[in-house]
């Protein structure tokens, strides 16, 4: 006795599924963000004074970010700081360098 199945068409009713799974994952994702730290006046500077001494001994530097909720380290040397535009410029690999403002900055450390 063969197995009579409607094949696909028993599923055509779920096809709402790849949203409500899109929506879920986005739910959990907004649940997870953070406001942004706020930080004091001696936070910042010391926040400076690192930057001033990894810049002149050449170490690397662990700099936190803070954008849209969530946190992400970058790790590199600093090649300079622009006081101008308030952004620091980060080589991360040899030749790739990643440009970062100084209000999302959340911490700084130096690594070497």
């Known amino acids: 006795m063969a197995i ?4 696909k068409i028993k599923w055509n009713p779920a096809s709402f599924m790849p949203e409500g799974f899109a929506m879920t994952r986005e739910m959990y994702k907004d649940q997870a963000r953070q406001a942004k730290p706020i930080l004091d006046e001696y936070q910042t500077e010391e926040f400076d004074l690192r930057i001033k001494y990894a810049m002149e001994y050449r170490h690397a530097v ?18 300079r700081v622009d006081p101008v535009t308030h952004e620091l410029r980060l080589e991360v690999k040899p030749g790739e360098y990643e440009r970062i403002v100084f209000e999302d900055v959340t911490a700084v450390k130096v690594v070497d």
């Open 62 to 79: 662990k700099i936190t970010i803070w954008a849209d909720g969530f946190t992400t380290d970058y790790t590199g040397r600093i090649q």
């Open 4 to 7: 009579r199945d409607r094949g």
